[in-house]
Structure formats: structure tokens, C-alpha cells
T-cell receptor, first 111, second 113 residues
Framework: QKEVEQDPGPLSVPEGAIVSLNCTYS??????FMWYRQYSRKGPELLMY????GNKEDGRFTAQVDKSSKYISLFIRDSQPSDSATYLC???????????FGTGTRLQVFP | DGGITQSPKYLFRKEGQNVTLSCEQN?????MYWYRQDPGQGLRLIYY???????QKGDIAEGYSVSREKKESFPLTVTSAQKNPTAFYLC????????????FGDGTRLSIL
């Protein structure tokens, strides 16, 4: 079993839809959670960063962490064609320099 | 503008040849990382360095080598011992510490001739 599981998609939605992207994990020591957005032939770009459980909102993006269920989510409101990309979750535990990545979910937003 | 620069963007390797991928950062980050990205497999850690003149193997270090002579630079050599080098290579950097997010360059795509 992988430490971090992420549905690869592709997820195809119409413009304006609410998108929900999710990751599950098995290591209860993970405390720091990140979402990256990666456009084709580009490097991942940090989108959201949260510590421990709770919600964080930034514009159209909301990140949620549920440590009791070992489940994190990224919600995108009013999705746009420019949101079409691969979204990677990543997480790390205390006292380690390594990030563990999910395999990424490919999102397509059509006009 | 601060950032991470990877070069070249595309690279071709002949059989039996070593090739070196460049990674430079001007973010004043202490830690630097090399990942390999293959379709459907996510990012796999090759090597990382937390400080100048020191580096550690990641999960898939075989067939690769690195050096860290300067804080700003962390070149990766793909040696002829790496039998399946075709992939997208990503360099990242961060401040030291488990709470620090990593920031990425735009990658180098390596292919076999």
C-alpha cells in the first residue's frame, strides 16, 4: 500500500463547477499538507499549505485536512479552463526533510 | 525575480554517455532536491542536500550522482549505469525543516537517442 493515495483522474468538469480533489494517507505522523498545481511540461507550483487539521481558504481554493480520517481535500469554486492541470498532494512528518507526494489528479475544465 | 532555474529544458543521451542536468536557485534556500517524474508514478526522490558539501540518497539513487559545492547549485549527473533514464527531472529547494514547502523549477526532459 502506498503511503499517499490519489485518484489519477482525469476529472472533467464544466466551467463554473465546484471541483473536489482528494488524497488519503496511511502515516498518522504526517502534520504538514500541501497542494501543488502542475501545468503540462512545467514544474509543480505550490498552491496551498496547511498544518495539522482544519480548513484554509485562498480565493477560489479551500484546503481541508481531516487527520482523524487521514484524508485531505482541495476544493476549487467557480472552476475556470485555466484551472486545467494536474494537482498533486504532498505531505510530511515532523523531523523529516522529505515530502511524500501523491501521483496527481488530472483536471480538465471545459468551457 | 527569485526562483529556480533548470537547464537545459530538453536533453538527449546516447547509450553509454553520462549527462549532467543543471539546477540553480537564488532563493537563499539551504535544502535542494532532485526528483524524477514518470507518468502515473508521481514524484520520486533521487537525492537531496540540506547543506553545502553534504547530500543523501533518496528512494531511487542508483545510476545517479550529485554534488553540492555551492549553496545555489545542485547539479545531477545521470550516469550510463541508469538503464532507463527517460523521464522528466525536477529540481526543488526549500528552507531547512519539515514544515517548509518545496519550490520547483520547470524541469528537464531527458530522452534516449
Amino acid at each position: 500500500q502506498k503511503e499517499v493515495e490519489q485518484d489519477p483522474g482525469p476529472l472533467s468538469v464544466p466551467e463554473g463547477a465546484i471541483v473536489s480533489l482528494n488524497c488519503t494517507y496511511s502515516n498518522s505522523a504526517f502534520q504538514y499538507f500541501m497542494w501543488y498545481r502542475q501545468y503540462s511540461r512545467k514544474g509543480p507550483e505550490l498552491l496551498m499549505y496547511t498544518y495539522s487539521s482544519g480548513n484554509k481558504e485562498d480565493g477560489r481554493f479551500t484546503a481541508q485536512v481531516d487527520k482523524s480520517s487521514k484524508y485531505i481535500s482541495l476544493f476549487i469554486r467557480d472552476s475556470q479552463p485555466s484551472d486545467s492541470a494536474t494537482y498533486l498532494c504532498a505531505m510530511s512528518a515532523q523531523n523529516t526533510d522529505k515530502l511524500i507526494f501523491g501521483t496527481g489528479t488530472r483536471l480538465q475544465v471545459f468551457p | 525575480d527569485g526562483g529556480i532555474t533548470q537547464s537545459p529544458k530538453y536533453l538527449f543521451r546516447k547509450e553509454g554517455q553520462n549527462v549532467t542536468l543543471s539546477c540553480e536557485q537564488n532563493l537563499n534556500h539551504d535544502a535542494m532536491y532532485w526528483y524524477r517524474q514518470d507518468p502515473g508514478q508521481g514524484l520520486r526522490l533521487i537525492y537531496y542536500s540540506q547543506i553545502v558539501n553534504d547530500f543523501q540518497k533518496g528512494d531511487i539513487a542508483e545510476g545517479y550522482s550529485v554534488s553540492r559545492e555551492k549553496k545555489e547549485s545542485f547539479p545531477l549527473t545521470v550516469t550510463s549505469a541508469q538503464k532507463n533514464p527517460t523521464a522528466f527531472y525536477l529540481c526543488a529547494s526549500s528552507y531547512r525543516g519539515s514544515s517548509q514547502p518545496q519550490h520547483f523549477g520547470d524541469g528537464t526532459r531527458l530522452s534516449i537517442l
